[in-house]
């Protein structure tokens, strides 16, 4: 069995599973080109490729990079005889390799559907053709791949795979120093996000500190690598915000920690959310960019929505700016009205259990290592 992940999450998200496969069937061979958590899963790791994940459209050096690797796969396909592949997630990077793998009689499961649903819903022949199954991992997922004839399975998202330890987040975050309010400054993970939220958050909280001076801000990121980033843009932009502080890790803590969170669009929110905090989304793009998106967007985005609690609700339960294309202004307004507005944040938070509960019951490792033991024949 080979799995291929090219981002962190990636790497995150094939883990659950692999470690779920290796304890039901320890004798099944599992090779991947990915991250360390999968070797520590219990695959065997031919390649690292999770390390530099890319969002959007990849530049020349990143497409030329894949080619190498899918021609070192290739060999590797012609050598190996494989009963699957589990592509994770980045269908760009995956669509490749999953088309050798079936030119040579293996199965395909998709792990994370390619989010056909938001944009280039074109592709959806292309996956028709090229896997045995997708493994969805939002509510509404399922019912969409079927009705187009794509095999499909709800199984629940990897961040619902184990429940939150509020005890020992509680213990740990009370030793904390807080603000009034406390907020979790959110800006994503990859370089290129950071770039782009990061000084909106700035804007934000200083705009928020002029009114609220005990305001105190922590910024969870996922390596400590991370901070010097984070510093650099902030000197750039008049230096470090006052009462701002950094946890490496930890993002669970950062989110016990909060009373509320300003955090870009993306997989995080349904972590805020899983902890019922109120927030504020956004994702910035270039102002350059505000008259093609008002003329084209709505022909290129197939969705009513950006922010992932509201694409599974399909209503607006978090106020999200996406595309965002002005200054930390809004996202201030949007944490006054939840500290401020009465019954704002209350309503938030209703909505947000609403959300969560349509997890219940889904373990994302034992049903996707179900599922796939499924089409390979194990079960």
Known sequence: MLFTAFEPSGDDHASIVIKEL??????????????PKMARAGATLIERTTDDGVMGV???RKIIEHVRINRRIEEWLDKTRIAAHVPVDSPDANFPICRMVKA?????????????????????????ALTDLVLCVLPFEESWFLSRKVPARFIGHPLFNAPVDTTALARLVGAWPRGSPSVALMPGSRPGEIERC??????????LRQDFPQAMGVVPVVHEMVQDQLHRIANELGGWPENVYVVSGNTDAAIAWCDFALVA????????????????TFYPASPALR??????????????????????ANRAV?????????????????????????????????????IIGKFDGKACGPLAAESIEQVIGLR
């Open 318 to 354: 978090v106020p999200e700016l996406a595309p965002h294309f002005g200054d930390g202004h809004a996202l201030t307004v949007g944490a006054y009205r939840l500290m401020r507005q009465p019954g704002y944040a209350d309503a938030q938070c209703a909505g947000l259990r609403e």
């Open 58 to 60: 990849p530049g020349i």
């Open 265 to 280: 669009s993306g997989t995080v929110t349904l972590q805020v959310a899983r902890q019922i905090k109120p927030m504020v």
């Open 22 to 35: 290796r304890a039901r069937n320890p004798y099944l061979p599992i090779y991947a080109w990915g991250g």
């Open 291 to 312: 008259v093609p998106y008002g003329l084209f967007g709505r022909w290129v985005f197939k969705t009513a929505y950006f922010t992932l609690p509201n694409l599974i």
């Open 198 to 207: 990061w000084p909106l958050l700035i804007d934000a909280y200083k705009r």
């Open 104 to 128: 040579r009689g293996g199965r395909v499961v998709h792990m994370v559907a390619p989010q056909l649903w938001a944009w280039r819903e074109g592709r959806i022949n292309k996956l028709r």
